[in-house]
């Protein structure tokens, strides 16, 4: 997966790091998600009917049918939960970064500008 921006870690200032930053939560999947999604249910479908009917009509060469269709099924399962573990893992990376951002912000900024007004 190429990059075509800089990560939001290597800014050198906070509005860099807040563009970078929305940039790179905005960036959404590829335009291939939705047609895994149609690929995935298709195969649920052709294993809950392959099943269905081998155990009406006891033919073993639909249950082989059934685990052939489960196997692609589960592989895809797998890696759409890798996938969403590494996007929490990275939103909680850049949730760290910010709060790190925010209390360098915290120290450099000057909070007393003078004399108070009451």
Do not use: I, N
Request: proline share 6%.
């Amino acid at each position: 997966m190429s990059r075509e921006f800089l990560p939001p870690e290597e800014a050198d200032s906070w509005g860099e790091f807040r563009a970078r930053l929305e940039f790179e939560l905005a960036e959404q999947g590829s335009w291939l998600t939705p047609l895994w999604g149609v690929v995935a249910a298709a195969l649920f479908v052709v294993a809950l009917l392959s099943s269905g009917y081998a155990m009406q009509y006891h033919r073993p060469l639909l249950w082989l049918c059934a685990l052939a269709s489960l196997g692609p099924l589960g592989v895809m399962a797998l890696r759409a939960v890798e996938q969403a573990d590494r996007r929490r893992a990275r939103a909680a990376e850049l949730g760290v970064f910010e709060d790190a951002w925010q209390e360098h912000l915290a120290r450099v900024s000057p909070h007393d500008q003078g004399p108070a007004k009451q």
